[in-house]
């Protein structure tokens, strides 16, 4: 396009491009930009025609005479759209699985923890049977007081397990 905006030079696949955005051929770069704008279905002008995604990009340009020209460029980037896409869908899965991995961390977490609390319930019970059967043993054959300092320290120790916080 010239400084006017008038349409100097074009190529077949951005005339079918043009025309297919537009409905009729292209003749200004306003009314191309303006055309590019309402199609675009993307942000930074990407635009689908003909199954295939079109970015196009504007620059200025001179010849060798110092006359600027406005330059737009399409580029096929229907790949790149589509691995965005598969992208965007891995990403949304990935953070899916982080949250399921978090939420089964919190239970791992919870279960090792009520695991820890049964089996110090069960060293309770099993200390104070033991103490209970080691008392019921001293008052049944009356064994003096000096030979059950062990069996009264294990009650002590018994005890002060049971006292211990969960």
């Given amino acids: 396009f010239d ?3 008038v349409l100097v030079l074009c190529n077949m696949t951005m005339q079918k491009i043009a025309k297919a955005i537009l409905g009729h051929n292209l003749k200004s770069i306003e009314e191309f930009e303006t055309a590019i704008n309402n199609a675009s279905t993307q942000p930074e002008n990407v635009c689908l025609y003909n199954g295939i995604s079109w970015k196009f ?7 060798q005479n110092k006359n600027s020209y406005t330059e ?3 580029v096929d980037v229907t790949e790149l759209v589509l691995r965005k896409k598969e992208l965007e869908l891995n990403n949304k899965r990935l953070k899916e699985a982080q949250r399921q991995l978090q939420k089964l961390s919190a239970n791992v977490v919870e279960a090792t923890r ?4 049964l089996s110090m ?17 001293i008052l049944a054959e009356n064994v003096p007081l000096e030979d059950s300092t062990p069996i009264i320290n294990e009650w002590e120790s018994a005890v002060k397990l049971h006292k211990k916080p969960f």
């Fill in 3 to 5: 400084e006017d905006g």
């Fill in 57 to 63: 990009n504007k620059k200025q340009i001179f010849d």
């Fill in 72 to 74: 737009i460029t399409a």
């Fill in 114 to 117: 009520e695991e820890e609390i």
């Fill in 121 to 137: 319930k069960m060293r309770i019970h099993d200390t104070m049977g033991r103490s209970l059967i080691s008392a019921r043993r």
